[in-house]
C-alpha cells in the first residue's frame, strides 16, 4: 500500500498542540537516528509540477545536534524498546 505524505494542514494541526516557543529540529537516518536543528521551510515545485514544502536544516557545522534521544527512535519504530545488557566486568591478568 503506498504511503500517503503529510500536508501542511495535518502539519499544523499537529504542531498546534505543541507549545509555540519549543524549538522545532528533524529526526533523520533510522540506521542512526540524529537531530538535526530546523532552519527554514521552503514551499516549491516537485519534478512533477506538484506544489511540495520542504523543511531544511541548517547549513552551519552545528546543525546536527547529535544522536537522537533511544525514546524518540523507539517512538518512530526505528529502533526496538530493548536497550543492550550491561556490560560484566574484564577479566584482570591475575585470572581474578
Known amino acids: 500500500m503506498p504511503r500517503s505524505e503529510m500536508t501542511v494542514g495535518e502539519l499544523i494541526d499537529q504542531l498546534s498542540a505543541c507549545d509555540p516557543s519549543t524549538p522545532v529540529q528533524l529526526a533523520m537516518n533510522p540506521f542512526v537516528p ?7 521551510v521552503v514551499p516549491a515545485t516537485d519534478a512533477s509540477g ?3 514544502v520542504y523543511l531544511a536544516e541548517g547549513r552551519d557545522a552545528d546543525t546536527q545536534l547529535g ?3 533511544p525514546e524518540v527512535a523507539v517512538l518512530l519504530a526505528w529502533q526496538g524498546p530493548v536497550q543492550a545488557p550491561p556490560r560484566r566486568p574484564r577479566r584482570t591478568a591475575g585470572g581474578k
Open 50 to 52: 506538484r506544489a511540495v
Open 34 to 40: 540524529m537531530a538535526h536543528r530546523l532552519e527554514q
Open 67 to 69: 544522536h537522537l534521544p
